[in-house]
């Protein structure tokens, strides 16, 4: 071995004995007189005296046949600092090469010579490799790395490995030799030519070049004439010289064993068998279609992924066959698990092994929580058990004696009739123990005056109060449009015939063409039973197979001769099919959690096909409106669709109309609802009219005449409708109320029928209600509100699904807020209003109260939504006793006493606070109606106190305090739980913010009457709990706003960027004066200050 010579030991001794002289001598002339750089010339002088001695010691054991020492040796040597940080210099500069790189060089050569020894030829090459990173010029190196390669069959480096020899040295024989073989075996023709050339300019007699020279020839004759220019210096004998057969044996078939290889590292192994990542929980459809999911899933994770994928590894792709002998095996069910959540009837989802997919991505990825599916059945039947039993329940007994909870102070309200006698907080918390059944119309109707109480003999019947309410109803009850037809009765059931049609799927398709091709079979297969009724959760399994798989087609050409009529209808079908269901599904899903409307759009959710408008052209996706324009146009090729072409038509066209009605373009919806109208009267000998039911979706599902015929006619009221917009935009209120005045003339009886349930009735209630406030007609306003209110309620009652009941919600809180309006601007406008509007209001506001409270136990919401039924009822009564005292002080002159008793109004709202609380909702809606209470038992207060002098005080004072006090400490928690006196309740209701503007009335009413004096004794300083509250009020009040004031605004003013200085607005600062200068800001700080000074907490 060369690198073995021990004159190697002397040189690199000498070397670095002279670069450390150089070297020293600089750093002494450059840093002079430094003290630390000393240890650093011994520091490097160690390296290097440590490498020749490694290097050395290697050199040893090598002569020595110690080859793993050596190899230890040469790899710690590598390690040193000096040897390791060693970086070759620029290629063109001169000098000579660093003793280190030297050392780093023959390190390397050494340890591959090692590792070809050890018949590791990988990692010969990898040294070799950094060898010439080292120094590229030495020859003998790039031949080595080039046979290695050969071995290694890594012939892209074999040939850049000779070639970059021959840059080294072009005379270099053995480099020339074996570059030409490998680049006629690589099919490099015209390289293989180039080096021929030079070879034979050098030898004219070199067999191997002749022979491959005339292979070529022979093979491609076109480059005999392309490459004379190369062979001009060449002896033009060349071309006549005569080779044996034996001659080209003797090259070629080294040639071509190197090519044969070459093409095998090429070859593609067959692609893998996909296995199911689960069996079938049970033989549905369902369960099949998730499984196929889950195979979906796994399969386009693993074709995305970036893992590095060689040609001797199979890749997984779409297109790799699924294996479905593991569907139907058997799985075991853990015995707790079966005991405990699955019904007998159903079978366990528990997981079977796959051998051949990953355990990590079956178990993240297509392996769902074995207990998912049975929790839900579990949750659901005790639900249904606890609705059952709440139905016959009976009034709590009396608490047993030794039970009874802690005495209390009785309240002047106690011996009231209309009193509510407070509940145990035990009792109240107890879980077991059922909250006692309220008659809210018995409750509410003992505070009305006998006024609102009777009705009048005039009423007709629309004016008279609805009649009982039948709470046994459930209020989300959906109805299909085809229950009522006798063809609902003979609609099969797809479970029916579930089991075997699963067996006969999966013996058909075990030879199958991957997932894709099982997924498209198993959409056709469902699209034909559409006209069966499908299991709950199927059509949205459906609905995600069909997403997966449209991503990777297009629907095929119906113009193609190579496309059969029987393909074209399947596709069509499943692409109908699937249509129908997602629209289905966004109408009955999706819209729930849209923003909230306008309040004088049309109904919340509805358009006149009973959903929102004006959406964008893709809010169904990407492919919703290119297949419906696929299937519009197949849709008129009779010869293609066969008998089926009636009905796929209308199904279509119906599905047309419905998608531009969401968009709002009325003109091309009533387009395709007329042809919908003319393919269904296309026979008219028919004994029964031709209607289509779609079985599996629950709006919208029946088409025939009737249906299509009320359609119309809903979007021309629509279209009527948008005209009353325009003019309400316009400012038109007048013609606007004269327009909407006329619905409400068209008889009771049409305004029954079914056809008046129609979701533009919302816009018109509100637009009606909001041109009379713009108007400032109050009196109208309260009275069309009031018969708009009786018809909400009444749509309310009788609308069949959920989202009906909640669009009349939504009408009837904003119908509640502008009477509440109406009523605030003007008190007196009550009096012009008939009485039998009044009782009937009266009568339907305790019948919404009654509605939203009385919803199941555990319940968290009202079933209506709103607390302003119980602020219309107060103002209600509170006039009407008005009315009374006022009388009573005309008629009388005589002094009476008209304070013995609490109002009535008053005590409502003490009621109402007392019945949400037990609900938690007192609170509701940001504590409205706890806002409402105090300011209106503030107005009761004070009221009494500019009275005659001689009265000191409201006869019911503390009573009405402690009223306060609750509303208080549910709306902010003061004082907190643990300071809290007998006589509060805690609601368990979620406490509000406090901001600057409410804690004006709150610190109004808990503020001392006296302000005690800076020299008074400490015991009239006020308490801890109140010094807790005056800190919470001081961090609110109103600070500087200096957001003008910035530092950038200040540099430009400086700098003459901006000519007017920067400064507070004159708006913020009044603001800031105003709020500055309330007394509640200075009683604030004394307070807070008299009671650090007198506790003695100066800082």
């Known amino acids: 071995m060369a690198d073995c010579n021990p004159m190697l030991t002397v040189g ?20 002079f007189g430094e003290e630390d750089d000393e240890p650093r010339k011994t520091t490097k002088e160690a390296q290097e005296t440590k490498a020749v001695t490694l290097y050395n010691e290697a050199l040893v054991q090598l002569k020595e046949g110690l080859a793993e020492k050596a190899k230890k040796t040469l790899n710690e040597l590598l390690t040193i600092g000096i040897v390791k940080e060693a970086e070759p210099k620029e290629e063109g500069s001169d000098g000579v090469s660093h003793p280190a790189l030297v050392l780093k060089y ?12 050890d018949g590791d030829l990988d990692v010969a090459v990898e040294y070799l490799l950094q060898a010439v990173n080292v120094d590229a010029t030495d020859v003998t190196v790039w031949h080595k790395i080039g046979v290695i390669a050969l071995k290694l069959e890594h012939f892209s480096l074999a040939r850049h490995s000779f070639e970059q020899g021959l840059e080294c040295n072009s005379d270099h024989w053995p480099c020339m030799d074996q570059v030409i073989t490998l680049l006629y075996a690589l099919n490099n023709y015209h390289a293989c030519l180039v080096y021929i050339s030079r070879a034979l300019s050098r030898d ?4 191997k070049g002749l022979v491959f020279m005339h292979k070529i020839f022979k093979e491609q004759k076109s480059f005999k004439y392309e490459t004379l220019d190369l062979f001009r210096t060449c002896d033009q004998s060349i071309y006549a010289v005569d080779l044996e057969e034996d001659e080209i044996e003797e090259f070629l078939p080294e040639a071509l064993e190197i090519r044969r290889k070459r093409t095998a590292s090429y070859e593609m192994p067959p692609p893998p068998v996909i296995t199911l990542p689960r069996a079938l929980n049970a033989l549905t459809w369902k369960s099949l ?13 693993e074709a995305n992924s970036r893992k590095d994928v060689t040609f001797t590894t199979p890749r997984v792709t779409f297109g790799c066959k699924v294996d479905l002998s593991n569907a139907l095996e058997t799985q075991p069910t853990p015995v707790s698990e079966a005991s405990t959540v699955l019904p007998a009837s159903s079978s366990s989802p528990a997981t079977t092994p796959v051998s051949s997919l990953p355990s990590t991505t079956v178990t993240e990825v297509v392996t769902p929580p074995v207990s998912e599916a049975p929790a839900e059945e579990k949750v659901e039947e005790p639900m249904e058990v606890e609705v059952e039993t709440a139905k016959d329940q009976t009034p709590p007994s009396k608490p047993a004696p030794g039970k009874r909870g802690p005495k209390r102070k009785r309240l002047l309200m106690d011996d009231d009739p209309f009193g509510v006698k407070r509940r145990s907080t035990r009792v109240r918390n107890t879980i077991k123990k059922k909250e006692e059944t309220v008659n809210y119309q018995d409750l509410l109707r003992k505070f009305l005056p006998h006024n609102l109480l009777e009705c009048d003999d ?29 063809e609902a009765a003979d609609i099969p059931q797809l479970a029916s015939t579930e089991e075997d049609e699963i067996k006969r799927y999966i013996n058909e398709h075990q030879n199958n063409s991957g997932i894709l091709d099982l997924l498209n079979e198993f959409l056709i297969h469902l699209a034909r039973y559409k006209d069966q009724q499908w299991p709950k959760g199927l059509p949205d399994v459906y609905l ?11 629907y095929p050409n119906f113009l193609s001769k190579d496309q059969t009529s029987d393909r074209l209808r399947d596709m069509a079908e499943m692409g109908l099919t699937w249509a129908e269901l997602h629209l289905d599904y966004w109408m009955t899903h999706s819209l729930k959690t849209t923003s909230p409307h306008h309040p004088l759009q049309p109904s919340p959710r509805k358009s006149p096909s009973g959903q929102a408008v004006n959406h964008s052209y893709d809010f169904l996706g990407q492919y919703f409106p290119k297949d419906l324009h696929y299937l519009v146009t197949l849709s008129e090729w009779s010869d293609i669709l066969g008998e089926k072409t009636r009905e796929f038509s209308v199904r279509v066209f119906w599905l047309r109309a419905r998608f531009y009605i969401l968009q709002n373009k009325t003109e091309l919806a009533v387009e395709s609802l007329n042809k919908v109208s003319d393919i269904l009267r296309e026979d008219d000998s028919e004994k029964k009219p031709f209607i289509v039911l779609l079985v599996n979706c629950s709006v919208e599902n029946l088409i025939s005449a009737e249906e299509v015929q009320k359609q119309e006619e809903s979007l021309k009221r629509c279209q009527s409708l948008e005209e009353v917009q325009r003019l309400h ?37 509100l637009l009606l209600q909001d041109s009379l406030l713009k108007l400032t007609d109050y009196r109208r306003c309260l009275l069309w509100g009031e018969v708009s209110i009786n018809e909400a309620l009444q749509k309310f009652l009788s609308a069949p699904s959920s989202e009906e009941k909640d669009d009349w919600i939504c009408t009837m809180v904003s119908l509640f807020q502008g009477i509440d309006k109406c009523i605030s601007e003007d008190h007196n406008i009550i009096n012009n209003i008939p009485s039998r509007h009044l009782v009937r209001l009266v009568h339907n506001l305790i019948r919404i109260i009654e509605f939203s409270m009385d919803v199941p136990d555990g319940a968290s919401d009202m079933a209506i939504s709103t607390l302003q039924p119980w602020i219309l009822l107060y103002r209600l009564i509170e006039h009407e006793e008005d009315k009374v005292r006022k009388l009573q002080l005309d008629q009388s002159s005589d002094e009476i006493d008209l304070d013995s008793c609490l109002p009535s109004a008053i005590l409502l709202l003490n009621v109402a606070h007392e019945y949400l609380g037990r609900r938690c909702w007192c609170t509701h809606t940001d504590g409205f109606l706890l806002h409402f209470i105090v300011e209106v038992l503030t107005k009761e207060l004070l009221k009494t106190n500019s009275m005659d002098d001689s009265q000191d005080a409201h006869p019911f004072k503390e009573h009405l305090h402690t009223m306060i006090e609750q509303c208080f400490f549910c709306l902010y928690g003061h004082p907190n739980k643990k300071a809290k006196t007998k006589h509060l309740q805690d609601h368990n209701s979620q406490q509000i913010t406090l901001t600057w503007e409410r804690s ?24 801890g709990e109140l010094e807790n509250l005056l800190r919470r009020i001081s961090s609110l009040v109103p600070a500087p706003d200096e957001s003008d004031l910035t530092v950038e605004s200040i540099q430009a003013y400086i700098d003459d960027s901006i000519q007017e200085p920067p400064a507070i607005s004159e708006e913020k600062q009044t603001k800031l004066f105003v709020a500055l200068l309330m007394p509640i800001v200075k009683e604030v700080y004394y307070l807070l200050a008299d009671y650090y000074f007198k506790n003695k907490e100066q800082a």
């Open 12 to 31: 690199v001794k000498l070397k670095f004995g002279a670069l450390n002289d150089s070297e020293s001598s600089e750093d002494e002339e450059e840093d």
């Open 106 to 117: 023959s390190c390397y050569k050494n340890l591959a010579s090692l590792a070809v020894k």
């Open 204 to 207: 004219p007699g070199y067999l």
């Open 289 to 301: 279609g998730e499984v196929l999911l889950a195979t979906y899933d796994y399969v386009s994770t």
């Open 458 to 486: 005039e009423m007709d019947e629309d004016s008279l109060p609805l009649e009982p309410l039948d709470l046994t109803t459930p209020a989300c009850r959906v109805r299909n449009a085809w229950e009522s037809l006798p």
């Open 544 to 554: 995600q197979c069909y997403n997966r798989f449209r991503s990777h087609i297009e």
């Open 729 to 765: 935009e316009k400012g038109s209120y007048a013609v606007v109320v004269e327009t909407l005045l006329q619905t409400f003339t068209q008889g009771s009886m049409q305004r029954r029928g079914k056809d008046s349930n129609t979701p533009e009735r919302h816009a018109q209630l």
């Open 1000 to 1023: 004006v009335p709150l610190f109004d009413f808990f503020k001392p009457s006296t302000m005690p004096d800076f020299d008074s004794y400490r015991t009239s300083t006020v308490s």
